[in-house]
Nanobody
Framework: QVQLVESGGGLVQPGGSLTLSCAAS????????MGWYRQAPGNQRELVAH???????NYADSVKGRFTISGDNAKKTVFLQMKSLKPEDTAVYYC??????????????WGQGTQVTVSS
């Protein structure tokens, strides 16, 4: 089993910056991608950004140019640098890890979530 531990959330003013961190431990063998999703009240959970073990990144259109995802594949850690934050970025941010098994199936692991609030 994998544990994903997130840190770095908090309250920030519009236009401010935050960096989220996530570290995986336990059964990390087979993780081929890590990233971040977010869920605002009343909304579905949505992809924010993802990075593959090869370094390929993918961003939601709403955060392109403002957020940067990076990671250490060997340590199975992932970071989300968020700049120019807007009130609509307010949400619970969840770390995600994607796993592949020897049978070829895939599954997701999730962190407990960290609150990001953008407000003046």
């Amino acid at each position: 089993q994998v544990q994903l531990v997130e840190s770095g959330g908090g309250l920030v003013q519009p236009g401010g910056s935050l960096t989220l961190s996530c570290a995986a431990s336990g059964s990390i063998f087979g993780i081929y991608a890590m990233g971040w999703y977010r869920q605002a009240p009343g909304n579905q959970r949505e992809l924010v950004a993802h990075i593959s073990s090869g370094g390929r990144t993918n961003y939601a259109d709403s955060v392109k140019g403002r957020f940067t995802i990076s990671g250490d594949n060997a340590k199975k850690t992932v970071f989300l640098q968020m700049k120019s934050l807007k009130p609509e970025d307010t949400a619970v941010y969840y770390c995600n890890a994607k796993h592949a098994t020897i049978t070829g199936s895939t599954y997701d692991s999730w962190g407990q979530g960290t609150q990001v609030t953008v407000s003046s």
